[in-house]
Each structure stands twice: as structure tokens, then as C-alpha cells.
């Protein structure tokens, strides 16, 4: 994964229904996102500050704004893209092999992480520098 760009990131949409008894979003693995979901995790109540700062070696993830808004900036050595979360009936597909920088969280904001592996600390690339080397800039 490590020739992995931005440009292999998207925003998908997520099925959602809605009645008058309001709205139900269904994102179920290996169906609407191309891996088998194996962990869950939220970010929220996120003070003034960035989060990320890492990168993934096998990691793929779906990231929802499940309320509030973020920005997720994405970086694969060479461009940078910026993706603005703020629906969530919509999530930013990220794959492995690019680093990234979560900020501009609004108040309230919960974004939830579907994730395709278990944790692992070893998938992590936590300095740029290294980061650089492993994508063999």
C-alpha cells in the first residue's frame, strides 16, 4: 500500500431511510465499504485541537461525522487533500498508506471510525520523517 494517493480516497454516502419517525443510516461490511468491519471507535467532546498525525500500513478505514463537522486532511507525500465531514449520511473511505490530520472540529462533533483491522500498534507511522521513508520519498 504504499504507492496508495488521495486520490484513492472518496466520500461515499451511506443508505439512509427516513419516516416520520425520522432517519436510520446502515453501513454493514464487505457490502457498503469494500472490507469486513473489524473495530469501532468515536472521537468527541475534542477540545481545540488536531488528532491524527499518524499514518496506516494495512489499515482501511471509514470515517462518519455521525454530528458536528470536521476536516480530514489526507497526505501521500507528494498532495494534499482536504475532505470536510459534516452529514452522516456520508463518510470519507480512507485506504492505508497516507497520513493524516484531523481538525476544525466543530462543538458537539462525534466522528466514529469503522476500521477493517483489530488494533495494532505496530500499523501505526506516528513521525512524518518516517512516514516520508516508508512511502520512498
Known amino acids: 500500500m504504499k504507492h496508495t494517493t488521495v486520490h484513492d480516497c472518496q466520500i461515499i454516502d451511506i443508505r439512509k431511510y427516513t419516516d416520520s419517525r425520522g432517519y436510520l443510516s446502515v453501513i454493514e461490511g464487505g457490502i457498503d465499504v469494500p472490507f469486513d468491519i473489524k473495530r469501532i471507535y468515536y472521537l468527541y467532546m475534542v477540545p481545540e485541537a488536531?488528532?491524527?498525525?499518524?499514518?496506516?500500513?494495512?489499515?482501511?478505514?471509514?470515517?462518519?461525522?455521525?454530528?458536528g463537522s470536521v476536516d480530514i486532511t489526507l497526505d501521500d507525500g507528494h498532495e494534499k487533500k482536504t475532505f470536510h465531514l459534516d452529514r452522516?449520511?456520508?463518510?470519507?473511505?480512507?485506504?492505508?498508506?497516507?497520513?493524516r490530520d484531523l481538525d476544525n472540529f466543530s462543538g458537539g462533533?462525534?466522528?466514529?471510525?469503522?476500521?477493517?483491522?483489530?488494533?495494532?500498534?505496530t500499523d501505526y507511522i506516528r513521525d512524518y520523517e518516517e512516514f516520508l521513508k516508508y512511502k520512498g520519498l
Open 50 to 67: 488536531a488528532r491524527g498525525a499518524h499514518a496506516h500500513k494495512d489499515l482501511k478505514q471509514l470515517l462518519v461525522a455521525t454530528s
Open 109 to 121: 462533533t462525534v466522528l466514529m471510525c469503522l476500521a477493517s483491522e483489530h488494533y495494532e500498534a
Open 88 to 99: 452522516p449520511w456520508k463518510g470519507l473511505l480512507v485506504v492505508p498508506g497516507l497520513w
